[in-house]
């Protein structure tokens, strides 16, 4: 019978390979066997020892890996499974991965017969575990049904956004967005202080305003305010999505705001330490400036 291989089962990939799992027939594979061993366990899915040995009996493969790279080693590598797949499978890609390699591993599978799609995701930890994360299809019409199935089991809201590439465009974009938001939100509660407004009440304000956004309503009361930082996603993989954004925006010609929020971030981040939680961008302007606006932790 065929199956699908579930490949990456990070903190974000281990969560919704079980979900997956308790739908489709699913192996599932990673790097650290530690983590194969737990999906496992806590599922309905087959562990996989060696990528070199699946292929033949897999029509669907769904990738949760952090970068390009890794995606196009699963597939194009020693061990990738891309040239091992029967005709007719399917590929998808639900990482956050660059749009012009997107574009080139389609054109590879298309030429051995094979559907790509990419379907990068957005809600964090907590949603990939109750399976309401917001989905962004690149690919034609055809793959993307073929794919919705299997993304209907870990999204809530799949959007088919454009062609071969579009859904990794949109998550980096979509993450520009987010990481500027904390930044200008960050500025504004920086300042008010400074002018004697509380920083809980500053983001009070700004939500009960035309200035409110996720990070205001979510990050600002959940993780900078008290000081936790604790949304479980890095700051290095935003500052990536970030750059992917960046690289993207300079072939329009005109993106002053995103150079500027890419470029101070990017210098920012070494004045973090090991690991740093992307809500931290807190951090980088309580250390650039000296006042201090969570409750939790001095600049």
Same mark, same amino acid.
């Given at each position: 019978?065929? %199956?699908?291989?579930?490949?990456?089962?990070?903190?974000?990939?281990?969560?919704?390979?079980?979900?997956?799992?308790?739908?489709?027939?699913? !192996?599932?594979?990673?790097?650290?066997?530690?983590?194969?061993?737990?999906?496992? /366990?806590?599922?309905?899915?087959?562990?996989?020892?060696?990528? /070199?040995?699946?292929?033949?009996?897999?029509?669907?493969?769904?990738?949760?890996?952090?970068?390009? !790279? $890794?995606?196009?080693?699963? *597939?194009?590598?020693?061990?990738?499974?891309?040239? !091992?797949?029967?005709?007719?499978?399917?590929?998808?890609?639900?990482?956050?991965?660059?749009?012009?390699?997107?574009?080139? *591993?389609?054109?590879?599978?298309?030429?051995?017969?094979?559907?790509?799609?990419?379907?990068?995701?957005? +809600?964090?930890? #907590?949603?990939?575990?109750? +399976? &309401?994360?917001?989905?962004?299809?690149?690919?034609?019409?055809?793959?993307? @049904?073929?794919?919705?199935? $299997?993304? &209907?089991?870990?999204?809530?809201?799949?959007?088919?956004?454009?062609?071969?590439?579009?859904?990794? #465009?949109?998550? #980096?974009?979509?993450?520009?967005?987010?990481?500027?938001?904390?930044?200008? %939100?960050? @500025?504004?509660?920086?300042?008010?202080? $400074?002018?004697?407004?509380?920083?809980?009440?500053?983001? &009070?304000?700004?939500?009960?305003?035309? +200035?409110?956004?996720?990070?205001?309503?979510?990050?600002?009361?959940?993780?900078?305010?008290? +000081?936790?930082?604790?949304?479980?996603?890095?700051?290095?993989?935003?500052?990536?999505?970030?750059?992917?954004?960046?690289?993207?925006?300079? &072939?329009?010609?005109?993106?002053?705001?995103?150079?500027?929020?890419?470029?101070?971030?990017?210098?920012?981040?070494?004045?973090?330490?090991?690991?740093?939680? $992307?809500?931290?961008?807190?951090?980088?302007?309580?250390?650039?400036?000296?006042?201090?606006?969570?409750?939790?932790?001095? /600049?």
């Amino acid at each position: 019978m065929s %199956a699908t291989l579930f490949v990456g089962l990070g903190r974000m990939g281990a969560p919704m390979a079980r979900r997956h799992a308790a739908a489709f027939p699913t !192996r599932v594979y990673d790097v650290f066997p530690d983590a194969v061993s737990a999906v496992a /366990a806590a599922s309905e899915a087959e562990p996989v020892a060696d990528l /070199a040995r699946e292929g033949e009996a897999i029509d669907v493969v769904i990738l949760m890996l952090p970068t390009s !790279r $890794h995606v196009e080693d699963a *597939l194009r590598g020693p061990d990738g499974v891309l040239q !091992r797949l029967r005709p007719g499978s399917l590929v998808i890609d639900m990482g956050s991965s660059e749009p012009s390699s997107t574009r080139a *591993l389609a054109a590879d599978a298309a030429a051995l017969g094979i559907d790509y799609v990419d379907a990068p995701v957005s +809600g964090g930890i #907590a949603k990939a575990e109750t +399976g &309401e994360l917001t989905i962004m299809v690149g690919g034609e019409q055809a793959p993307v @049904e073929r794919a919705r199935p $299997h993304l &209907e089991t870990v999204g809530a809201s799949i959007v088919h956004v454009g062609p071969a590439g579009a859904g990794h #465009a949109a998550k #980096a974009l979509n993450n520009l967005v987010s990481a500027a938001n904390i930044a200008v %939100a960050t @500025e504004a509660v920086i300042v008010a202080k $400074h002018y004697g407004i509380e920083p809980s009440t500053m983001v &009070e304000v700004l939500n009960a305003s035309t +200035g409110m956004s996720q990070a205001t309503q979510v990050k600002f009361p959940q993780h900078i305010l008290p +000081g936790s930082y604790a949304s479980r996603f890095a700051y290095d993989l935003m500052l990536k999505d970030m750059g992917i954004a960046r690289r993207m925006a300079d &072939e329009v010609g005109f993106s002053p705001v995103t150079a500027a929020a890419f470029e101070t971030l990017a210098d920012g981040r070494a004045s973090l330490g090991d690991d740093p939680d $992307h809500t931290e961008i807190a951090r980088v302007y309580e250390r650039a400036t000296g006042i201090t606006i969570d409750e939790g932790h001095a /600049a």
